[in-house]
T-cell receptor
C-alpha cells in the first residue's frame, strides 16, 4: 500500500485553466503539506495543514488553494494557471507531536502549463 | 538568506567517499534529516539525527553534526552508481515541526 499517493502523475494543461491535484495518505498522520519543486530542483513549502491550522507560505499566489475534505486528504486547486506554475508538486505528511517528524512524500505531480 | 543551505553539485568516482555538507540557521532545530530523491521519484528519508547527538552511523552513511557551527554533513562510504541522486538536508524545530529543506545537492557518481 502506498503511504502517500497523489494523482495525476502528469498534468499538461493550457494557460488560464483551473486544475486540481489530489493527495491521500493512509498513515493516520495529522499534518499534510504541499511542496513545489522548480526546474532547479529547489523544494519550497507552499502549505501545511492539519485539522487545527492552515499555514500558508506568504509567497504563494492566492490562485493556489488547499482543500481538505478529511484528515487523510489534502487537494491542491490552482486557478488561472500560468506558465510559471510549471513544476513538480509534492504532497507530504507527518505525524504531530514531539519527536522525529519524518516526512513521507508522494511521487510527485509534474505540471506543465502550455 | 535561506534557512538551510547546501552546495548544488558533487561529483565523485565510484568507490570513493562522498561528503555532502549543509548549514542551517535555526538554533532551535531539534531534528536534522537527510532525504534522497531519485530521478522521477519523491523524497525518501535516508537518516536523521537528533540535535543532542554529534554523530550517527548507519552502514555506509555517517552523519556529523556540529551544533555550534550549525553544520551538518553526510558521508557516504564506497559510493556506488546507485547513490547518484539529489540529497536534501532538512531541519525541524521544537516551535514548528514543518520540515524546512535545503536546495538539494546533486550527487553524480562516475566509473
Amino acid at each position: 500500500d502506498t503511504a502517500v499517493s497523489q494523482t495525476p502523475k502528469y498534468l499538461v494543461t493550457q494557460m488560464g485553466n483551473d486544475k486540481s491535484i489530489k493527495c491521500e495518505q493512509n498513515l493516520g498522520h495529522d499534518t499534510m503539506y504541499w511542496y513545489k519543486q522548480d526546474s532547479k530542483k529547489f523544494l519550497k513549502i507552499m502549505f501545511s495543514y492539519n485539522n487545527k491550522e492552515l499555514i500558508i507560505n506568504e509567497t504563494v499566489p492566492n490562485r493556489f488553494s488547499p482543500k481538505s475534505p478529511d484528515k487523510a486528504h489534502l487537494n491542491l486547486h490552482i486557478n488561472s494557471l500560468e506558465l510559471g506554475d510549471s513544476a513538480v508538486y509534492f504532497c507530504a505528511s507527518t505525524s504531530d507531536g514531539a519527536g522525529n517528524t519524518e516526512a513521507f512524500f508522494g511521487q510527485g505531480t509534474r505540471l506543465t502549463v502550455v | 538568506g535561506e534557512d538551510v543551505e547546501q552546495s548544488l553539485f558533487l561529483s565523485v568516482r565510484e568507490g570513493d567517499s562522498s561528503v555532502i555538507n549543509c548549514t542551517y540557521t535555526d538554533s532551535s532545530s531539534t531534528y536534522l534529516y537527510w532525504y534522497k530523491q531519485e530521478p522521477g521519484a519523491g523524497l525518501q528519508l535516508l537518516t536523521y539525527i537528533f540535535s543532542n547527538m554529534d554523530m550517527k552511523q548507519d552502514q555506509r552513511l555517517t552523519v556529523l553534526l556540529n551544533k555550534k557551527d550549525k553544520h551538518l554533513s553526510l558521508r557516504i562510504a564506497d559510493t556506488q552508481t546507485g547513490d547518484s541522486a539529489i540529497y536534501f538536508c532538512a531541519e525541524s524545530s521544537g516551535g514548528s515541526y514543518i520540515p524546512t529543506f535545503g536546495r538539494g545537492t546533486s550527487l553524480i557518481v562516475h566509473p
